[in-house]
Nanobody
């Protein structure tokens, strides 16, 4: 059981990236899923999550108007569309799945994690 992220890269401030996450050994539709990030020297933080029932939760007010999380059940994939990126969005981004399916985004019950994809936003 694992997930794999892709889509990170280097982008100028104001640009956009779309992160993708595919899963093996589990179906995202049966889990809560989310995107998390960790900047150097900082703790991991939740970005956006979707409960099993489809409720979206943004952990950070600073991204709610710029990011969008989605799932594609047919492809067993999830995505994070990031627009108007800022230098403070620079971090390693991880997708994760939570078998409890709960509506939360603190990461505590997420047990399936990808290896991460680096997002770097330059001025």
């Amino acid at each position: 059981v694992h997930s794999v992220e892709s889509g990170g890269g280097l982008v100028q401030a104001g640009g956009s990236l779309r992160l993708s996450c595919s899963a093996s050994g589990l179906h995202f539709g049966e889990y809560a899923v989310g995107w998390f990030r960790q900047a150097p020297g900082m703790e991991r933080e939740g970005v956006a999550c979707v409960s099993r029932g489809g409720w979206t939760l943004f952990s950070k007010d600073s991204v709610e108007d710029r990011f969008a999380i989605s799932r594609d059940y047919s492809k067993n994939a999830m995505y994070l569309q990031m627009n108007n990126l800022k230098p403070e969005d620079t971090a390693m981004y991880y997708c994760a799945a939570d078998p409890s399916g709960d509506y939360q985004c603190d990461g505590s019950s997420y047990s399936v994690w990808g290896q991460g994809t680096q997002v770097t936003v330059s001025l």
